[in-house]
């Protein structure tokens, strides 16, 4: 038994009815945004991949620059020392703006004892 409302301009309108629209619109938006999503997940994926990219040619490019005035190997060493060292200076950054960031359990239990004060 499909519930109505009052008069309208058009008579009855079906509740029911407009639910199931509604519902419908809604996946219709959802599966659009899902897929600009998915989009632009795949631009920003072969976006890193082309950086990685650059990145590695150019650290042949040093590393047969420096190779003019050195060993092959002792040239790879230096290009990858500079790369170390480049990683650990990112991770600690990192680890320093996770450890700035309060944690869930921080954040639930202040919300909690929040509310238990405002009531």
Known sequence: MATSVGPSPGGQVDVERLVREEIRRARSELREDAWRARKTAGLFGGAVFAGCMVLWFLSLT????????????????????????????????????????????????HTTETSEEES
């Open 62 to 109: 040093l590393m047969f620059l420096l190779w003019g005035a050195m060993d092959l190997r002792w040239a790879a060493l230096i290009v990858t020392g500079v790369w170390a060292v480049a990683g650990a200076v990112l991770f600690a950054r990192g680890r320093r703006e996770v450890r700035g960031t309060p944690s869930i359990e921080r954040t639930s239990g």
